[in-house]
T-cell receptor, first 112, second 113 residues
Framework: DQQVKQNSPSLSVQEGRISILNCDYT??????FLWYKKYPAEGPTFLIS?????DKNEDGRFTVFLNKSAKHLSLHIVPSQPGDSAVYFC???????????FGQGTRLTINP | NAGVTQTPKFQVLKTGQSMTLQCAQD?????MSWYRQDPGMGLRLIHY???????DQGEVPNGYNVSRSTTEDFPLRLLSAAPSQTSVYFC????????????FGSGTRLTVV
């Protein structure tokens, strides 16, 4: 049973436009959410996170939105750059439980 | 500061062989974990540890053993490799007080033939 789902395996966006990556979760006990970025042949790297007490968190070009009632979060990248081309993983956990649950990942391609 | 070091980077095993994937960290993180990445499945937790002498199972523990005798090291053992264990394995660490930014190693690509 996939508790964290990324239903879009891939996304293609033109350079300079907005990239929106989506993630849904089923476990209402999750109270902390993270996005990771992964390049080929490297480990995932932390990008941005949000606590369930917030509905938005910004860090430069990256913004994460959380809709708890819909059990949905999204990552917005504005403006998109070629270096943003990577696989993006959504992840969730219950604080204190230390078990990070990942989605399947979305491959983002930024086209010049 | 090396962070999280995984060895080897690549390995080919025959069915039934055993091996140990190594993970070492120099950040004094209490929490260490092993994930496997498979196409269409994301990363799935195999085993984790919240400190020396303490380990627990994750989502897909069957076929794998772990131990944590020191803070720095968290080896993953395959006692009898199976083709279903062909995957990319990642070790991840964090400080228990911080619920963000798990640090991942660069991975071990394992093929079982």
């Amino acid at each position: 049973d996939q508790q964290v789902k990324q239903n879009s395996p891939s996304l293609s966006v033109q350079e300079g436009r907005i990239s929106i990556l989506n993630c849904d979760y089923t476990n209402s006990m999750f109270d902390y959410f993270l996005w990771y970025k992964k390049y080929p042949a490297e480990g995932p790297t932390f990008l941005i996170s949000i606590s369930s007490i917030k509905d938005k968190n910004e860090d430069g070009r990256f913004t994460v939105f959380l809709n708890k009632s819909a059990k949905h979060l999204s990552l917005h990248i504005v403006p998109s750059q070629p270096g943003d081309s990577a696989v993006y993983f959504c992840a969730a956990l219950i604080q204190g439980a230390q078990k990070l649950v990942f989605g399947q990942g979305t491959r983002l391609t930024i086209n010049p | 500061n090396a962070g999280v070091t995984q060895t080897p980077k690549f390995q080919v095993l025959k069915t039934g062989q055993s091996m140990t994937l190594q993970c070492a960290q120099d950040m004094n993180h209490e929490y260490m974990s092993w994930y496997r990445q498979d196409p269409g499945m994301g990363l799935r937790l195999i085993h984790y540890s919240v400190g020396a002498g303490i380990t627990d199972q994750g989502e897909v523990p069957n076929g794998y053993n772990v131990s944590r005798s020191t803070t720095e090291d968290f080896p993953l053992r395959l006692l009898s490799a199976a083709p279903s264990q062909t995957s990319v394995y990642f070790c991840a660490t964090s400080a228990l007080v911080a619920n963000y930014g798990y640090t991942f190693g660069s991975g071990t690509r394992l093929t079982v033939v």
